[in-house]
């Protein structure tokens, strides 16, 4: 029996209404949460995020300003609009979009982000509050597959987990939130021997890999939830995911769909957490 569909569009309105909702009560106490994007250099894929996470800002009435730099910026300018905004009592959140162009040192421009307003999740503080369980700001990909399974019924608890890929904003704090909600985690890479055989351990299976259908339908474990981060572009207009959907799906009980799953729910968490910033 095919796999059903973890329909990220439909969740990701949903909570997008939950969010609108919270802001109108924010409002009504004075207070309007405010975004800051800061965008460096004219990376395409990157523009399309930044005009995507404004016009949801908008929708909800998020107070959002977009800084567009230009690709020579030193890393001093940066790090002083970041400062300004950090000052600015009408901001609440602050996203830098990375990539950076490669003469600015992102973990330099990541720290100097305050923690109140680091809505991406990925200061150093914010981690380690992650690894401890303190409170904290999620990193919105792996925060968006979290709410994904509990809006659709699916209980990490007790269940085992294989994310393949292990950078600082998805993998990793994807195995820390599954740990969190006492699944029993196995991190994969590129350099892990027999994978094939680690995914197919796998009740819930999270692909942050970055390889075009890279996991195909002969390493996923008969029933297993399928949760396809990736998103590459093969060719002129085709996006494909980390998994080989149509072979996936002839396994899974839950797959995301590419494009359509886990992207609308990044954006919908960013939102979250600006609200969440705004209301401490």
Request: contains cysteine; neutral net charge.
């Given at each position: 029996?095919?796999?059903?569909?973890?329909?990220?569009?439909?969740?990701?309105?949903?909570?997008?209404?939950?969010?609108?909702?919270?802001?109108?009560?924010?409002?009504?106490?004075?207070?309007?949460?405010?975004?800051?994007?800061?965008?460096?250099?004219?990376?395409?894929?990157?523009?399309?995020?930044?005009?995507?996470?404004?016009?949801?800002?908008?929708?909800?009435?998020?107070?959002?300003?977009?800084?567009?730099?230009?690709?020579?910026?030193?890393?001093?300018?940066?790090?002083?609009?970041?400062?300004?905004?950090?000052n600015d009592p009408q901001i609440h959140g602050i996203l830098v979009q990375l990539p950076l162009?490669?003469?600015?040192?992102?973990?330099?421009?990541?720290?100097?982000?305050?923690?109140?307003?680091?809505?991406?999740?990925?200061?150093?503080?914010?981690?380690?509050?992650?690894?401890?369980?303190?409170?904290?700001?999620?990193?919105?990909?792996?925060?968006?597959?979290?709410?994904?399974?509990?809006?659709?019924?699916?209980?990490?608890?007790?269940?085992?987990?294989?994310?393949?890929?292990?950078?600082?904003?998805?993998g990793k704090p994807m195995a820390m939130m599954l740990l969190a909600r006492h699944a029993t985690?196995?991190?994969?890479?590129?350099?892990?021997?027999?994978?094939?055989?680690?995914?197919?351990?796998?009740?819930?299976?999270?692909?942050?890999?970055?390889?075009?259908?890279?996991?195909?339908?002969?390493?996923?474990?008969?029933?297993?939830?399928?949760?396809?981060?990736?998103?590459?572009?093969?060719?002129?207009?085709?996006?494909?995911?980390?998994?080989?959907?149509?072979?996936?799906?002839?396994?899974?009980?839950w797959i995301t769909p590419v494009p359509g799953g886990v992207g609308p729910m990044t954006i919908?968490?960013?939102?979250?957490?600006?609200?969440?910033?705004?209301?401490?």
């Amino acid at each position: 029996m095919p796999a059903q569909i973890l329909d990220g569009k439909q969740i990701a309105a949903e909570v997008r209404e939950e969010v609108k909702q919270e802001v109108a009560r924010l409002k009504e106490q004075g207070i309007t949460p405010g975004l800051a994007v800061v965008l460096v250099g004219d990376d395409p894929a990157s523009q399309v995020y930044v005009r995507n996470k404004h016009r949801a800002c908008e929708e909800v009435g998020i107070y959002s300003v977009v800084h567009r730099l230009p690709a020579e910026t030193t890393q001093a300018q940066l790090l002083d609009l970041i400062k300004q905004l950090n000052n600015d009592p009408q901001i609440h959140g602050i996203l830098v979009q990375l990539p950076l162009p490669g003469h600015i040192d992102e973990k330099t421009v990541i720290d100097t982000i305050t923690l109140e307003k680091d809505v991406d999740g990925f200061s150093p503080a914010n981690v380690g509050n992650l690894v401890i369980g303190d409170k904290c700001f999620y990193p919105c990909t792996p925060h968006g597959c979290m709410v994904l399974m509990d809006k659709t019924g699916i209980d990490p608890k007790g269940k085992k987990a294989v994310v393949v890929g292990r950078s600082n904003i998805v993998g990793k704090p994807m195995a820390m939130m599954l740990l969190a909600r006492h699944a029993t985690v196995t991190i994969c890479h590129s350099r892990t021997k027999n994978l094939a055989e680690e995914c197919r351990q796998a009740d819930i299976l999270v692909a942050a890999v970055g390889k075009p259908e890279m996991i195909t339908g002969d390493m996923i474990k008969e029933g297993a939830v399928v949760i396809d981060v990736g998103i590459n572009r093969v060719g002129e207009k085709k996006l494909v995911g980390d998994v080989h959907f149509e072979s996936a799906a002839q396994k899974a009980s839950w797959i995301t769909p590419v494009p359509g799953g886990v992207g609308p729910m990044t954006i919908a968490m960013l939102l979250k957490n600006t609200v969440e910033a705004a209301r401490r």
